[in-house]
């Protein structure tokens, strides 16, 4: 059976600095664009990884059967067992899967949300990144902030499809969803983090600002810590006359921020991180203040060189948003 090739230098670097970070095998294949099994054969062994093994039985399926079974998956929202009873085909529905998992070509994920992004929208994402290349150290000093809702019954579900890294990703734009939840606020930057404020769902520039009196203020004003600039979404709470008369009285210089970037904001990787945290195994809650504990928890339990990790990041986030030319990172 064929393989792809093997994982390069920079793909080792990157499955071995994301497993570090906590994350799982199908996120770390889903951003480092290969699949989990050689993801994870490396990481496993990296002193053997890559040497030749020796090779198992013929396989049941035709070339032509594997061609035609990879042609229905790619970019599609489909399943193994679905294939298999699209081309009536005398296998198990994990032969077909096993198909799909060794073309390198495709990977299963989950449909990213993220905001569809305009021509002008990207034009203006690049030219932030080509002002900010020369930054630096001084993302260091910058608090990240950001908003996030969870839900009683787990984080919001997304479509999964076997996404063809040779076409464009299936993306669909962020929806607000009701239902039992709660909504937080908070912030950090490499030398800590804020406490969280938990949020009205219907939060506005008076509550927002009085968000920042109680847990921002501390945090910039406190006399053990360098930090110099606040970073925010353009959320209309945010750059309201009130909040920016806010932020002005107070002497706080506010970052620019493209419009429609939550991928350069590292707050949404540690909110990531939380999620997987607070819904572990599938884990529910059966009441509102149960889940704030399990978020404030978790929150608590971030380590400080998560915090350097996701602040240096921003160099490399910089970097790629130039290389594509402003379209969506692989975050």
């Not at 499809?161 to 950090?188: E, N, P, T």
């Not at 008076?206 to 501390?218: A, D, M, R, S, W």
């Not at 002497?251 to 607070?278: F, H, Q």
Request: proline share 3%.
């Amino acid at each position: 059976m064929a393989k792809g090739s093997k994982l390069n230098e920079f793909e080792k670097g990157q499955v071995v600095t994301l497993r570090d970070l906590g994350y799982n095998w199908s996120e770390i294949s889903r951003k480092v664009g290969r699949s989990r099994s050689v993801c994870k054969s490396y990481y496993d062994n990296p002193i053997n990884y890559g040497k030749n093994k020796i090779g198992g039985r013929k396989s049941v399926l035709s070339k032509r059967s594997k061609q035609l079974i990879c042609r229905l998956a790619s970019n599609a929202m489909t399943s193994a067992a679905r294939i298999k009873e699209n081309l009536n085909l005398k296998v198990s529905r994990w032969t077909v899967r096993r198909v799909l998992n060794n073309n390198p070509n495709l990977i299963y994920t989950k449909m990213q949300k993220k905001p569809l992004l305009s021509k002008q929208h990207k034009d203006k994402r690049l030219a932030w990144a080509l002002e900010k290349v020369k930054f630096g150290d001084n993302w260091n000093n910058v608090v990240f902030t950001d908003e996030k809702k969870f839900n009683l019954d787990g984080a919001d579900g997304l479509a999964h499809y076997w996404h063809d890294l040779r076409k464009d990703k299936l993306l669909f734009s962020k929806r607000q969803q009701g239902g039992g939840s709660v909504m937080i606020w908070a912030g950090f930057s490499s030398e800590g983090k804020t406490t969280i404020a938990f949020c009205d769902k219907r939060l506005d520039s008076i509550k927002y600002q009085q968000i920042l009196e109680e847990h921002f203020l501390p945090f910039w004003l406190h006399p053990d810590r360098n930090v110099y600039y606040f970073q925010q979404d353009n959320a209309r709470i945010h750059t309201s006359a009130s909040s920016q008369q806010w932020f002005d009285e107070n002497a706080i210089p506010v970052m620019d921020w493209p419009a429609c970037s939550p991928d350069l904001n590292p707050m949404e990787n540690l909110w990531g991180i939380i999620t997987r945290k607070v819904y572990e195994a599938g884990k529910h809650f059966g009441s509102i203040q149960d889940l704030r504990s399990a978020i404030i928890r978790e929150w608590e339990a971030i380590s400080d060189s998560v915090l350097r990790n996701l602040a240096n990041s921003m160099s490399n986030r910089i970097g790629q948003l130039i290389l594509r030319h402003g379209k969506h990172l692989d975050n």
